[in-house]
């Protein structure tokens, strides 16, 4: 079958593509006909040595959609002809993270999906939601997952809420969508006037352009009328958690999703103590997570957002799209 791996080095070259024999599924693993994957932030991290340091050569890529065709003797959830996601997380089915359930990830410390064929465990995949097409499938496992668990698992966030999302990635845009179906309103922060108009077209009540408004937070609190949001999804990291901090309400969440700017985040005690602020980390979320984000969006017929799909031959060129910064929403390799 026809791979990608990542070889030594931290830049594009050294993602390769290459050839492996075919894999065999075992008793209770399903074979898998990629049919598209999805690049996640965390692919370029590890692309460019910044997150993980997990051994080469790796297979990249964590999401992804493909036809099983063929089973072990012993599955029982899927059957030849059915399109599966696999969980990025394979051990995590249910509950909260433990040290054994959240160490294995598909795309680093496991081999990825950036590959032909893939075989993987009953118990770690869902069927397909039927109304989504392969890109739009293969965008669940890590962005979705994410939104969905940041929001609904851990946030509670419910009709009446304001959430806040920064930028117009992956996870920002299925927190919009998702708190939008949830009944809840939506603020927008982005660096780009255009994309905030996309991002309003989407159901976003209102955008906050960062560049005109460097301290978006006192932005926040005056479109609550100085309550605060409910709940700021941050995937910034750095510094900018403080803003983050001072743009939630009294008792309300601001969840720790991403480190955009930095790992290392800074801020004022004080305020987080004074506001009863509760910091919530997020690392992804359970197979029970993808299932109910799958289930979610089949009811209300809601689709991810798919900024560009690439061949297969050219997945060089999606990883270089995702660096230059200019999508809005997901970039989908797609499989022949
Ligand atoms: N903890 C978890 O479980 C988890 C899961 C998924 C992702 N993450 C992390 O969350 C972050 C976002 O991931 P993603 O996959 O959604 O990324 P993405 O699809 O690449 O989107 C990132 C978006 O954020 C905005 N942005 C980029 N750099 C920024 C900066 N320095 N300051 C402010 N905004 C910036 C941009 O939107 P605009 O152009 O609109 O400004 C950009 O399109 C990453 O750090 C990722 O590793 C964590």
Not at 38 to 48: G, P, T, V
Not at 132 to 138: G, K, R, S, V
Not at 247 to 266: D, I, K, P, Q, Y
């Amino acid at each position: 079958m026809k791979i990608y791996t990542l070889e030594d080095g931290c830049d594009f070259d050294s993602l390769q593509p290459s050839v492996r024999p075919d894999p065999e599924p075992g008793p209770r693993e399903v074979l898998l006909r990629l049919r598209a994957v999805s690049l996640n932030y965390r692919d370029l991290a590890i692309l460019r040595g910044t997150y993980g340091n997990f051994p080469r050569p790796l297979v990249p890529v964590s999401d992804g959609v493909g036809e099983v065709v063929a089973v072990g003797a012993e599955v029982r959830r899927f059957k030849v002809g059915d399109r599966v996601v696999p969980a990025y997380v394979p051990d995590w089915v249910r509950g909260g993270p433990t040290a054994e359930t959240s160490r294995r990830r598909l795309g680093g410390p496991l081999d990825g999906l950036l590959r032909e064929y893939a075989c993987v465990h009953e118990d770690a995949a869902i069927a397909a939601p039927a109304h989504l097409t392969d890109a739009e499938a293969a965008t669940l496992p890590i962005a979705g997952v994410t939104a969905w668990h940041a929001l609904f698992t851990q946030g509670r966030v419910g009709p009446g809420d304001t959430v806040v999302v920064q930028g117009t990635g992956g996870v920002s845009l299925y927190a919009l969508q998702l708190a939008r179906l949830a009944g809840a309103r939506v603020i927008v922060t982005s660096r780009s006037g255009d994309k905030l108009a996309r991002a309003v077209a989407l159901g976003a009540a209102h955008g906050i352009h960062t560049r005109e408004h460097p301290d978006w937070a006192a932005r926040v609190l005056l479109l609550t009328g100085g309550r605060g949001a409910d709940h700021v999804l941050d995937v910034v990291g750095g510094e900018g958690v403080e803003r983050s901090i001072e743009a939630t309400r009294v008792g309300g969440t601001v969840s720790l999703v991403g480190f955009l700017e930095s790992m290392t985040v800074r801020f004022d005690l004080r305020r987080a103590l004074q506001k009863v602020v509760r910091l919530q980390a997020i690392s992804t979320g359970s197979r029970d997570d993808l299932e109910s984000l799958g289930r979610a969006l089949a009811e209300y017929g809601a689709r991810p957002v798919v900024d560009r799909i690439f061949p297969f031959n050219e997945a060089r060129a999606a990883f270089e799209y995702l660096s230059s910064g200019a999508q809005f929403g997901k970039v989908v390799i797609a499989l022949p």
